[in-house]
């Protein structure tokens, strides 16, 4: 009589279920963000942000144009960096956007002049602050926020359409 069969770890389940269910991505960003200050030391980090991993190419935020023009320059070094992180073929490109850099819990800080959160949802929200982040002026990103957040409430209501009406 022969015994159980040779049990999976925890990690190799999660690890397949990812990538059934094409997490993978998202979980190497999570990663990467709780890493970021280590993988790419201090000074880096406080001026670039791991915004997004799309078919493996990584979207990083950068505060600034001068240093979008250094990242440029250090690109290989820190795909190599990525690379050694995340394993081969993880991360194969890197593309850089200047915006804003989120605080250290991962969340672009709010102007205290505006609260859009009365007027709608936090989902809403986050992706309002996360579409306008990369608008370098503070006064100009806010007031498209504001004027985002009040485009659905003046929207008039649309007639009910049947099948025959055209649109």
Known sequence: MTGPGPFD?????LSGLSKRLGLESRLLELRLRHRWRDIVGEPMASHTWPAQIRFK???LLVRNPVWLQQLTFLKPA??????AES??????????????IPDETGT?????????????????LAELVVHTAMIQDPSI????????SR?????????????????
């Open 141 to 148: 990103r806010e007031r498209l926020r504001e004027v985002i």
């Open 151 to 167: 485009y659905p409430a003046r929207l008039p209501p649309r007639p009910a359409r049947g099948p025959s009406q055209a649109p």
């Open 108 to 124: 672009i800080p709010a102007s205290p002049a505006t609260d859009l959160r009365s007027a709608q949802s936090e989902q809403s």
């Open 57 to 59: 190419k990584l979207y």
């Open 9 to 13: 770890s925890f990690g190799n389940i």
């Open 87 to 100: 394993g081969p073929g993880s991360v194969t490109d890197i593309a850089f956007r200047v915006g804003e």
């Open 78 to 83: 820190l795909l190599t960096k990525l690379q």
